[in-house]
């Protein structure tokens, strides 16, 4: 089992920056797992924001981030970290932490995804 806990959330203003951690924990073998941030707001489903593979080399973005934000993690710390920087009204949502053992590098499937954060609240103000 692994325990995923998410954290730097807050109220932004609109080009505002915040950094998303996501620390692991329990039996875990961190860098076994591909990781991701997603995000959902009421309404909506959960969208993939980006996912990271275990060797930190493969990346995916979704196109409205791209150029914004970042995804890294440390297999050391079990830490997944999401750099978000020029923050938008349309970003506002919670901020989830998922974890993945698909095979291959990466995957952006919402159901490839067996653990997961509890969220975090992200909204930016325009």
């Known amino acids: 089992q692994v325990q995923l806990v998410e954290s730097g959330g807050g109220l932004v203003q609109a080009g505002g920056s915040l950094r998303l951690s996501c620390a692991a924990s329990g039996r875990t073998f961190f860098s076994r797992y591909v990781m991701a941030w997603f995000r959902q707001v009421p309404g909506k489903e959960r969208e993939i924001v980006a996912a990271?593979?275990?060797?930190?080399?493969?990346?995916y973005y979704a196109d409205s981030v791209k150029g914004r934000f970042t995804i890294s993690r440390d297999n050391a710390k079990n830490t997944v970290w999401l750099q978000m920087n020029s923050l938008k009204p349309e970003d506002t949502g919670v901020y989830y932490c998922?974890?993945?053992?698909?095979?291959?590098?990466?995957?952006?499937?919402?159901?490839?995804?067996?653990?997961w954060g509890q969220g975090t609240q992200v909204t930016v103000s325009s």
């Open positions: 990271l593979s275990r060797n930190n080399i493969s990346r």
């Open positions: 998922a974890a993945s053992s698909a095979l291959g590098a990466i995957t952006t499937a919402l159901d490839d995804y067996q653990y």
